[in-house]
C-alpha cells in the first residue's frame, strides 16, 4: 500500500530518472556515461525500495530487497569514475565492466541467499503487524561488498576534494555540490550498517537520492552543471585570433572558430571535407604534427594578399589520452597560427640583408680602388721624397767639404756652415716625417739595430729644433743620459722631433723647453726615460689618453698646425722598441712626455710590424 515512506522513495525514482534525463540531454561532458548509469543505479535501488515499503507480504519484501543489490553495487561504482572522469581524464570504456560485472555478481547471489546464506543469515518482521518491516541479519559476503562500496566512496571524496583545491571559482560549487551529494547518502548507509540509523523503520539510503536529486536540480539549472564547461571552451575557441578547425576521422569539418570561417569565401565549412574546400585544400592531407609552413593565396589578408600559416595537426583520441595503449582516433584538431606579419617582416629583412651584401661589395670595389690610388700615390711621393733627398745630400756634401777647408783657412765660417748641415738635417727630417707614417703601416716593415750614441743623438735634435724656432730656448739635462743604446736611429731621432716641436708649439715663446735623459732599473732591466717638459697649454682632463690616437687634436690646440698623427707614430715607434710614451699635464701649466725604451737590444721587435699596437 502506498504509504509516506513509499511516495518519498516513488519521489526520490523521480528525482533520479529527470536527472540522469536531463544530464543526457545536455551537451556531451567528460564522465557522461558513468553519471548517467550512476542515476538510473540510485533510481533502480529507490525502486526496490519503494516496492519493498509497499508490498505487505514478508517474502515480497525480501524479495525486492534482493532485487535492490544490483542498484546497491551499481551506484557508488559508476559515481567513483563518472568523478575521475570529470575531475582528472575520461576513462576506458572497459572500466564500467567492474561495476556491472560487480553488482550482477552480487546481484545473484542476493537472489540465490537461501542456498548459502551469504548476504542475510536471517530475516524477520520487526513487529506482527501487517507490512512490518523487515530485520535482516547480515552475513559475510554482505560485509565484503560493503568494504568494496566504501572504498569507492573513499576514492570519491579524496577526488572530489583535490578538485575543488585545484577548481577555480566557477568550478568549486559543483565540487562542493558533488561533496553533498555523496555524503548525505554514504552517512546515511554508515548508520543503517551499524545499526544507528532506520528510516520508517528501512534503510534510510535510497531516501537521500531525494536529497541528492534536490542537489543535482539546483546544480544543473542555477549553477550550470555540466552546461558551463562546453560553453567555456566553445568561448576560448572562439577567443583565439588564429584559425582551429576539428576533424573528424574521415576528414570531416565539424567545428571552427570564426577566424577558421572567414578562410572560406564560398560558405560554411562545417559538415564539408577540406577536399571540398578552395580556401582550404592546401591543408587537405597535411599529416606531420609539427609546424608545418602554409600559404593562403585566398587568406582573407586586408591588403588582398596571402597569408602565411603555420599548420600543426594535433590527433585527437577516444578519452583524451593518445598515449594510451590502444587508444581510438576519433579525429584532429588542425591550428593554423597566423604568422603574414612575420613572414612579411623576413622578407623586408632578407631585401635589406640583399641590398646591404650589394653595398658592401661597392664599398669593397671602392676600397679597393681607394688602396691602389693611395699605393700610387705613395709611390709617387717616395719617389719625390728619394728626388728632394738628392739635392739635399749634394749640399750636405758640398757644405762638409767646406768646413774641412774653412777649418784651415776661414775659421769664422764654421758657424755658418754646421747652420747649413743642420738645414739640411731639418728638411731630410721634414721628408722622414711625410713618409713614416706609410712606413710604419707596411706590414713588411722592420726595425734597424743601430748602436746610437745618445747624448749625440739628442743634442743633434735639440739643436735643429732651436734652429728651426729661433729665440727658443731647449735646456738639456742629460749628465744621467745613458751612453748608447741599440735601435732604429732615424725612427727614434723622429720620436723626439715630434715630441720636441710639441712643446715648443704648444708653450709661450719665453718659456723654456726641458730635455731629460736618464737611465732607470725596473724588474726587466735598465730602461732609457727620455722627459720633455714644457711650460704651455696643457691638455683638458677628458683628453689625455685620446692624444696618442691618429688623426686625434685636443680641443683646445686652436689654430696650431698639425695633423694629429705625430704622437701616434711616437707611440707605434716606442711599442716597436719594446716601450712606452706616456703623458702627465694640468690644463693651463703644462706637460711632461715621457718616453721610455729598454735598453737590452732583445726587447726589439724582430717580427716587423707585429709589435705594433692596433689602430
Partial sequence: MLSLPALLLLAAVVASLWTAWRSWALPPFPGRFNFVAMQLSASWWATAAAMEAILPAPADKLFWAEMAWFGIVCTPSFWALFLWSYTREELSARWRLVPVAVGTLTWVAALTNDAHRLIYTAVRPISDEPGAALHYSHGLLFFVVTIYLYAFMVMSIVVTASGIHRATSAYRTHYLGFLVAMAVPWVANVGYVTGNLTFFD????????????????????????????PVARDALLDAVPDPVLVLDSDGTVVEANPAALALVRDGTPLGRRLAELPGLLA??????????????????????????????RV?????????RRGARKVGCLLM????????QAELRLED?????????????????????????????????AHEFKTPLAIIDGAAQLLLMDAEVKAPGMLPRLEKIRRAVRRQINIL?????????????????????ALPALLRAA?????????????????????????????????CVHNLLNNALKYSSPGTPVRLRGREETGADGPWLALSITDQGIGIPDGEREQVFDRFFRASNTGTAAGSGVGLNMVRRIAALHGGTVTVDSRLGEG?????????????????????????
Avoid at 600 to 615: F, K, R, S, V, Y
Fill in 202 to 229: 528501512l534503510e534510510p539510503t535510497p531516501f537521500s537520492f531525494l536529497l541528492m536529486g534536490a542537489v543535482f536540480y539546483w546544480l544543473i539549472t542555477r549553477r550550470r552543471l555540466f552546461v558551463l564547461l
Fill in 283 to 312: 591543408l587537405d592531407g597535411l599529416e606531420d604534427t609539427l609546424p608545418v609552413p602554409l600559404t593562403l593565396e585566398n587568406g582573407g589578408c586586408p591588403d588582398g594578399g596571402p597569408r602565411s600559416f603555420e599548420a600543426t
Fill in 315 to 323: 590527433p585527437l583520441t577516444s578519452g583524451n589520452v593518445a598515449a
Fill in 336 to 343: 593554423l597560427r597566423d604568422v603574414t606579419h612575420r613572414r
Fill in 352 to 384: 635589406t640583408v640583399r641590398r646591404l651584401d650589394l653595398a658592401r661589395l661597392e664599398a669593397e670595389e671602392r676600397l679597393a680602388a681607394e688602396q691602389e690610388a693611395k699605393r700610387a700615390l705613395n709611390g709617387f711621393l717616395s719617389m719625390a
Fill in 432 to 452: 722622414e716625417t711625410c713618409l713614416a707614417d706609410d712606413r710604419l703601416n707596411n706590414p713588411d716593415f722592420a726595425l734597424r739595430h743601430d748602436r746610437l
Fill in 462 to 494: 735639440a739643436s735643429a729644433q732651436s734652429d728651426a724656432a729661433p729665440g727658443r730656448r731647449i735646456e738639456l739635462d742629460l749628465d744621467a743620459c745613458p751612453p748608447w743604446l741599440t735601435g732604429d736611429g732615424p725612427m727614434l731621432e723622429l
Fill in 591 to 615: 706637460s711632461v712626455f715621457t718616453l721610455r725604451i729598454p735598453l737590452c737590444e732583445e726587447t726589439l721587435c724582430e717580427d716587423g710590424m707585429a709589435g705594433m699596437p692596433a689602430e
